[in-house]
Every structure is written in C-alpha cells, then in structure tokens.
C-alpha cells in the first residue's frame, strides 16, 4: 500500500514565524508535489520536484520554498508565515515515466492556520 | 481561465439516485483523473483515463478526447458517496510524471 505521511494534521502558526511542513513516502517515488488548497480555488501547485535535489516552481512558489534532500522526503518551508498563507497543504508522489501519465498519491493533509 | 472545469460545484442527491459529475479540459492531456475527497482531507483516486470508460462497483467514468469531455456517474447513490469529486488532468512531459490541472471541486451530498 502506497503511503504518503504529512508531519502534522493541524497546525497553528503566527505571522513571521518560519514554518516547516514534511511529507515523506514509502513507494520511492521520484516525483513529488506541494499543493494548497482553499475554498473555491481548487488545488494549486506550489512547488514540485522530480528527482534529490531537484526542484520546479509550481503555478504559486511566492513566499515557499522547498528542500529534498531525500528521495523518501520533500519539505516545503514557509520563510515567514502570512494570514494569506492560512491554507489546507497537500503533499503528493508520484513514480516518474508512463507515457499516458501516472496516478498521485495524496497525503491526508496538514490545516495551517496563521494567526 | 481555467483548464479544467467541472459542474455542478454542488449536488444533493436522494439516496439510490443516478447522479452525474462533468469535467470539461483545455489543455492536452495524457490521462484524465478523477479523485474523491471526503471531509478530513484525504484525497483518493478513484480512476485514471485517457480513452473510453472505465467501471468500479457503482461508479463509471467516461472520457470523450475529442470534445475534452469526461463524465463521473454514480449509479444507486448512497450517503457514503458524500464527498467532493475533483477531475484532475495530467499534462507536461511524461518523464516528469505530469503537472496536473485540477477542478475546483464538484461536493456531492447524498440525503439519506
């Protein structure tokens, strides 16, 4: 069974602190996804990575970063938190390759709120 | 302008009802998906197509390529089905595992 783990479920953060969220999987999967997503908007991708150490801005990388020093984990790091930033997170995997495209595999989500 | 539309964004249904979820895409795919979130957050895919249909227990999916259509159905709805349905389409290069556009989400209730 594919598993993608996030470090928290909910979390409570106040504006400028430096906030870091974990996701880590166990299928050794190549790819993997920050997704936010809030109400009416759908997910949006934040940030991506395809192999260690490997990273691409996704469709709203402003005020994330991100770090994959593993293969098995990809963090993404709020450098100073905002009440904007008050979000649900999703982290995804995916194995690279497969010419009609590949499934991902969501983690149950971290709820940041910034206070 | 989004890539990938879906309607109704809401729908209540009676228990046992035939029920219908569109998902229409602008952008060229390499497979289409659908995925169900239930309140909590975790997502799961139900179905991954790129032509045709395909059928799991009572839930179809339809893909038409040349009208960027594809439909979710749900046949003899039961109040478990309660959850939000997300189309989502796979596009960009394969070796990157492809970006994905998503819906913005169609919430389902099932009234018992």
């Known amino acids: 069974d594919v598993k993608v783990t996030q470090s928290s479920r909910y979390l409570v953060k106040r504006t400028g602190e430096k906030v870091f969220l974990e996701c880590v999987q166990d299928?050794?999967?190549?790819?993997m996804f920050w997704y936010r997503q809030d109400p009416g908007l759908g997910l949006r991708l934040i940030y991506f990575?395809?192999?260690?150490?490997?990273?691409e801005k996704g469709d709203i990388p402003e005020g994330y970063s991100v770090s994959r020093e593993k293969k098995e984990r990809f963090s993404l790091i709020l450098e100073s938190a905002s009440t904007n930033q008050t979000s649900m997170y999703l982290c995804?995997?995916?194995?690279?390759?497969?010419?009609?495209?590949?499934?991902?595999?969501f983690g149950p989500g971290t709820r940041l709120t910034v206070l | 302008k989004n890539e990938v539309e879906q309607s109704p964004q809401n729908l209540t249904a009676q228990e046992g009802e035939f029920i219908t979820i569109n998902c229409s895409y602008s952008?060229?795919?390499?497979?289409l998906h659908w995925l169900q979130q239930h309140p909590g957050g975790g997502i799961v895919s139900l179905f991954m197509?790129?032509?045709g249909k395909k059928k799991h227990g009572r839930l179809i999916a339809t893909i038409n390529i040349q009208e960027k259509h594809s439909s979710l159905h749900i046949t003899a709805s039961h109040p478990r089905d309660s959850a939000v349905y997300i189309c989502?389409?796979?596009?960009?290069?394969?070796?990157?595992?492809?970006?994905?556009?998503f819906g913005t989400g169609t919430s389902l209730t099932v009234i018992p």
């Open positions: 989502a389409v796979g596009s960009g290069p394969p070796q990157l595992g492809n970006q994905f556009y």
């Open positions: 299928m050794d999967h190549e790819n």
């Open positions: 197509l790129s032509s």
């Open positions: 995804a995997s995916s194995p690279r390759g497969g010419a009609r495209g590949n499934e991902q595999f």
């Open positions: 990575s395809y192999d260690v150490k490997m990273k």
């Open positions: 952008v060229g795919i390499s497979a």
